[in-house]
Every structure is written in C-alpha cells, then in structure tokens.
C-alpha cells in the first residue's frame, strides 16, 4: 500500500513509518518538525517538511502521491498546554485534521485511522470506560478530538469516507532494543518526565495526591507504542475490508496510579528520586481504564508489551542511552 502518515516524525508516528516500511509499505511522512523529530523518519520514507494547515501543500502532496490511505497523527498533545492556549489546538487539530480530511476526498482517498483520545471521555461516569460512554471532555485537547471524531463521522455519512477512530489510553514506552523512544518538547508525560529526574538526579513534580483514588492519585490505563501500532495495522485491515466508521478505545483495561509509576521508575532505575507533591493541574481527569473488550473481540487484538514493567524497562534504556533527539 501506499501511505500518507500526517505527523510520522512524532513519537507514535515515526514507529508506524518503520513498522509499515518494514512490512512493504510506502510511505510518505508529512510533518512541520515542530515538535517532530526528522531523525526519527525512517530514511526510507519519503517526508514532506510542512503543516496540516497549508491547504495548497496538501494538495500538491496529495496530486503527487497515489494513496491507498492515510494514517493521521498530527496533533497537538499536551493537555495542560490546551487548557492555556485553547485557539492553538482548535486550529491545528480540528482545522488541520478537516484540511487532509477535505484534500483525501478530492484525490478519491477514503480510508483514515485517526489517532484520537480517552480524553474525549473526561471525567468517567463508568470504569472501565466503554466506546459509547457519555463524551464530556475536561480540557480543550480532548474537546478537539472529539469535534474531530465529530467531522469524521460526517464526512462518512455525507462523503463514504471510511474510518477507524483510535481512541488512546497513554501510549509509553520505547522500542524493544532501546533505538527508538519518546522526545516530546515539551515533555508532559509522567513516564519520562519521571525517568528525567532519575536521571538528572531531580526533584519530580507529582501533581494532585486528594483523588478519590487508592492512593490519592490520577490512575490510567497504560499502552506500549509497540501494541499501539499493531492497533493501527489491524484498523488498517479492517478499513480494507471496507468496514469502517467505527471507534476503538486502545488500552489495557488495568490502570495505574501516578505514585505507582514512580515507584516502578525507581524500581527499574534504581534511583531513590525525591518526589514534590503539588497542587491538581487543571484538566486532570481522576480516573481513565478503558474497557478494551470491543478492539478485542473485532479485531482481535492482544496487547503483547503493555505491562507496567516492560513499558518502563523499555523506556529507562532509551531515556539512558538516547537522552535527545538531534535534528
């Protein structure tokens, strides 16, 4: 096949260009490196350096490529930065993501997973979260996937556009031989922010210990890239088939706490890291497990490397060994 990856010199999209290269694919990466890494593409991709929100790059992209789909992943991320700056994610999620959607059908290419978000869910009213809870998002970014998941199933109904929505519950971890990993700047996630400090010999910052949790902390649902991107295969399967228009939470179905992510950095690391309790961070939802049981049964998918244990194990090598990407 023939593959347009919006964002694949990001975290989970660079280990989808080289999974999908590696089994025959081709591949062209589309991403403005604003928060990508170009080191981290796959040099035998073809990437296109520009954003989402250039309608005439698109299009010039699109008109010189025949693709069979597309596997759309940029996107802003951080939630705390949407709950700061909320116009910047509605702009670039929501605007971006109708400008390839648009584009894809004037070129006759209707197929797309989209990398979306538990965090359409917010604040669940029931664990662990099935497909059809109540979406109430807590923060912006949540909120733009969800408009977007919105368009999607608009186009469906008005274009035949066929989709597969992945829905994600904290993908983390690093590749099996520690070559390849995760550099966000900035960085907002717990697992390498965490592994940070252990390296750096710093304070790390736990945000929120008054949950109504075990332990007083947010708990989630973590999955390891590698699960993650066998999700995105086996959607791309099934958009094959012609079976789209359908939304998949990617999880586990165990969750979690913060404090026991920490302790399981420490663990690993073997680094006894003090910990500086803080104040809730505006946005933080307290509990998000997915229930997995729908991407299970259809398209029957097993997490292989997403135990804590592993996702840290896999993450510590790389944070050592590759502590920045260098474009």
């Known amino acids: 096949m023939n593959i347009l990856v919006t964002g694949g010199a990001g975290y989970i999209g660079s280990f ?17 490196l604003e928060r990508g890494h170009k080191n981290a593409v796959d040099s035998r991709a073809k990437l296109v350096e520009g954003n989402i929100l250039n309608v005439s790059l698109a299009s010039e992209v699109f008109s010189k490529n025949k693709f069979d789909a597309v596997i759309h992943f940029a996107g802003l991320i951080s939630m705390e930065e949407s709950v700061t700056n909320p116009d910047l994610y509605f702009e670039n999620n929501v605007q971006g993501s109708q400008n390839i959607i648009e584009t894809m059908l004037k070129n006759s290419v209707n197929k797309i997973i989209f990398s979306s978000t538990a965090g ?4 669940p009213q029931k664990i662990p979260i099935p497909e059809d809870h109540p979406k109430n998002p807590e923060n912006p970014y949540g909120e733009s ?4 998941e919105k368009l999607l199933e608009s186009y469906r109904q008005d274009h035949n556009l066929n989709f597969v929505s992945l829905r994600y519950f904290n993908a983390a971890g690093a590749s099996l031989d520690g070559g390849m990993g995760e550099a ?18 710093q304070e790390f910052y736990l945000y929120g210990t008054d949950y109504n949790t075990p332990d007083g902390t947010c708990v989630r649902d973590y999955i390891h890239v590698l699960d993650l991107v066998e999700a995105h295969l086996l959607a791309l ?15 586990t179905g165990k969750g979690f706490s913060n404090r026991e992510v920490i302790e399981m950095v420490k663990k690993i690391s073997g680094i006894n890291f003090k910990v500086k309790e803080r104040e809730r961070r505006s946005g933080d939802s307290e509990v998000l497990i997915a229930d997995p049981v729908k991407i299970n049964k259809e398209l029957r998918f097993e997490p292989k490397y997403s135990d804590l244990e592993t996702i840290i194990r896999t993450a510590w090598e790389w944070h050592k060994n590759n502590s920045k990407i260098k474009t």
């Open 16 to 32: 989808m260009t080289r999974v999908l290269i590696n089994r025959g694919d081709e591949v062209t990466v589309l991403d403005n």
């Open 120 to 123: 359409v869910y917010g604040n």
């Open 145 to 148: 996937k969800l408009r977007v």
């Open 184 to 201: 966000h700047d900035p960085e907002t996630h717990i697992i390498p922010l965490a592994i940070k400090a252990a390296l750096l010999d």
């Open 237 to 251: 399967d099934k958009l094959n088939r012609g079976n789209g228009g359908v939304f998949y939470n990617v999880g």
